[in-house]
């Protein structure tokens, strides 16, 4: 899919559900808009949800289902989108967009960058790269009965420990803090695991192994400065995400890196909307970013219709 013209009502900075789901409103409103992304394919995380997604009121098994299914009513009602195409600069005041030496400008903008995955830097991660996971279930084959450490504390890393537990004889959990941010259903199930090893307060400092494969990893309690040696193949990172809002950081309100928006999704920037997981407080969810398009869309809307 291509822009045909670099001048738009709307731009919408992002193909996830927030932005897909916002630009669907404004086609069916025929306001004139564009969808820009960096991706091949449009839907956003949703080609990385491999798991079962049980709490959106759609009937699809997982996320490449739902993604096709995106996709595919996208094609049908001819969603201007522009895919492949990485935003690098914003003027959000003066509502121009730059791609390396393009310029698209617009009267409105919709802010839907979402969330990238948080990627564990220690001094060897690139000569160990295949042995640091970020999706558990699409490696099955490589963790089944291998020793694993889980770098992380909250729903995400407890959860792919339990998954881990099932299928792998030990399984050590290494969390920065003292206390888990998980659900309390899934802490008990955790530390009812006999399989399951936990070291709070605890942080890894290096790993070592032989050519690509991690043998041992060094983790350091942080309150005591105690270090100690863990058998280890391979490393489950799951330390969270982060919020695709740099390139805006300097021009509009920001709590804790997530936009603050009004209950429309406007933003401290007239003509300056936002949605999904970038927007505060946190709540990564598929209904939310999908809600949150459809209203900034209808602000959006009303805000053309008293300043175009
Ligand atoms: C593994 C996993 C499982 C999940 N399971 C569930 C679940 O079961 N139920 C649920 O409700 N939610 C789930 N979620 C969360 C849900 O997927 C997200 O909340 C939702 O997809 C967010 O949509 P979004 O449009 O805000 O952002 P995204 O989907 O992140 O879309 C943002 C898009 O913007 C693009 N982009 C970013 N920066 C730029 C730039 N500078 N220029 C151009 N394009 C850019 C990105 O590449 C991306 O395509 C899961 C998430 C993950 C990762």
Known sequence: MNA??????????????????????LHDSKVDYLVIDDRKNIGGQLADVQCTIRNFAGFVQNGAELRAEVEGLCQRLHIEVLSETNIDRVDLTLKKVFSGSNIFTAK??????????????????????SSYIYD???????LVGKCVAVVGGGDNALMDALWLAERCPQV????????????????????????????QNSEIMSVSGSGKSIQSIAVKNNQTGACSKQECEFLVVKIGYAPNTELYASQLDLDNGHIKVDARGATDVAGVFAGGDIVAPPYPRLARAAG???????????FLSVNS
């Open 4 to 25: 045909n013209r670099t001048s738009y009502d709307v731009i919408i900075i992002g193909g996830g559900m927030a932005g897909i789901s916002c630009a669907l409103e």
């Open 108 to 129: 409105a903008l919709f802010l839907a960058t979402g969330y990238r995955v948080r990627r564990l830097v220690l001094p060897e991660s690139m000569e160990f790269e």
């Open 136 to 142: 558990c279930e699409s490696n099955e084959q490589l």
């Open 172 to 199: 050590l959990i290494v969390n920065r803090t003292n206390r888990f941010k998980a659900r309390p259903d899934v802490i008990r199930d955790v530390q009812a695991n006999p399989r399951i090893t936990v070291l």
């Open 292 to 302: 949150q398009g459809v209203i900034a869309a209808g602000a959006i809307r009303d």
